[in-house]
Nanobody
C-alpha cells in the first residue's frame, strides 16, 4: 500500500503560480506518477503524468504546468503557472503500477480575484 501525501495547495489570483508536491511512502521508480483534479460537479480528470517512457499533459494546461519527479526522494511535483479560475479544483496525486492505483487525499487549489 503506497501512501501519497500532497502539499502546496492554496488560493491565488489569476495569473499566479503554485507548486504542488507529493511524497510517496515507498520508491516510485516503477510507477506512472500523475496529478489529477476534480472540480465541483465535474469528473476527475488527468492533469499530467510522467513515467520513464513519456510525459503527458491535458490540453488545457499545456505550456502552463510542468510535472517533474525525483525518484531518489520519492516525490512528484506540479509547477502551475499562469493559473486561471477554471483551474480551481481539488488536486490529487496518483501512483499507478498497472496492477494497482493509489491516491493521495487531495489538496485544494483556488484561483480567484
Amino acid at each position: 500500500q503506497v501512501q501519497l501525501v500532497e502539499s502546496g495547495g492554496g488560493s491565488v489570483q489569476p495569473g499566479g503560480s503554485l507548486r504542488l508536491s507529493c511524497v510517496a511512502s515507498e520508491n516510485i521508480g516503477i510507477y506512472v506518477m500523475g496529478w489529477y483534479r476534480q472540480a465541483p460537479g465535474k469528473k476527475r480528470e488527468l492533469v499530467a503524468s510522467t513515467s520513464v517512457y513519456n510525459t503527458r499533459y491535458a490540453d488545457s494546461v499545456k505550456g502552463r504546468f510542468t510535472i517533474s519527479r525525483d525518484d531518489a526522494k520519492n516525490t512528484v511535483s506540479l509547477q502551475m503557472n499562469g493559473l486561471k479560475p477554471e483551474d480551481t479544483a481539488v488536486y490529487y496525486c496518483n501512483a499507478d503500477n498497472l496492477n494497482q492505483v493509489f491516491w493521495g487525499q487531495g489538496t485544494q487549489v483556488t484561483v480567484a480575484s
